[in-house]
């Protein structure tokens, strides 16, 4: 391995341990204040941060799939794809909560569920509902897909430059991480559902040649369909 190729690595490595870092450690001393919100408000700061200081390294979104999609059948081809992705994020989610409730282990029991205390009040409330609709879409939709996927990935890929598996060791990490995430209110099984469905997507996000509108649009449409459950207490 020739020095620049290493010299390389290791600033993308040194990158992704601090700008993860950071992420976690916004989002806890945010949680001293606003707990509730504390993940959407550090990580859509955390992304306008990266992205000036990204931009003085000469990267940009556009080069990490936030980019504009070009011809008509390119278009067109968004809404396979966009069905593809909520039909991956829903099945893997019930196949694994199937299978880890198979093994013993069980989401957090009633009264220990801090996501029932999270999204508390948005039961046939509009005003509520509303609320966490626009957080769903713009922190879950559009901010988690833009770090998680298209942020982590492609600066793992960097780090592991030169494995045979870099792809598939960079999509598994960045899952990891994306799981960890939800750690603080889904509990153990939830972070291996959501870094299940992280998996899930990442892969997506390669196949889709590193489109990440089709996964916006698959991730904004399951957390609105979440967050309309709880509204109209559905139950699923």
Excluded: C
């Excluded at 001393?29 to 550090?42: C, I, K």
């Excluded at 991956?88 to 989401?107: D, K, N, R």
């Amino acid at each position: 391995m020739n020095k620049n190729l290493k010299r390389e690595r290791l600033t993308a490595l040194t990158e992704v341990i601090a700008v993860v870092a950071i992420a976690f450690l916004s989002k806890a001393a945010l949680d001293h204040f606003f707990w509730r919100f504390s993940g959407p408000v550090s990580l859509i700061t955390l992304l306008i941060l990266l992205t000036v200081y990204l931009r003085r390294r000469g990267i940009y979104w556009s080069g990490m799939g936030l980019r504009a999609v070009p011809g008509a059948k390119s278009k067109w081809l968004m809404i396979p794809q966009t069905l593809l992705g909520i039909v991956a994020i829903i099945l893997t989610g019930v196949v694994t909560q199937v299978a880890l409730q198979a093994i013993g282990i069980e989401p957090l029991p009633e009264g220990q569920d801090v996501a029932t205390d999270r999204f508390a009040g948005i039961a046939g409330n509009l005003p509520v509902y509303l609320m966490w609709l626009g957080i769903g879409i713009v922190s879950g939709g559009l901010a988690e897909e833009m770090f998680f996927r298209g942020y982590l990935i492609t600066r793992l890929q960097a780090v592991f430059s030169g494995a045979r598996l870099a792809p598939v060791l960079a999509v598994f990490t960045a899952a990891v991480i994306f799981g960890f995430g939800h750690f603080y209110y889904q509990g153990l099984s939830g972070w291996i559902t959501t870094g299940m469905i992280g998996a899930v997507i990442g892969l997506l996000f390669l196949l889709y040649k590193r489109n990440l509108w089709p996964l916006i649009i698959a991730h904004a449409f399951v957390d609105a369909l979440g967050m309309t459950s709880m509204y109209m207490e559905w139950g699923i």
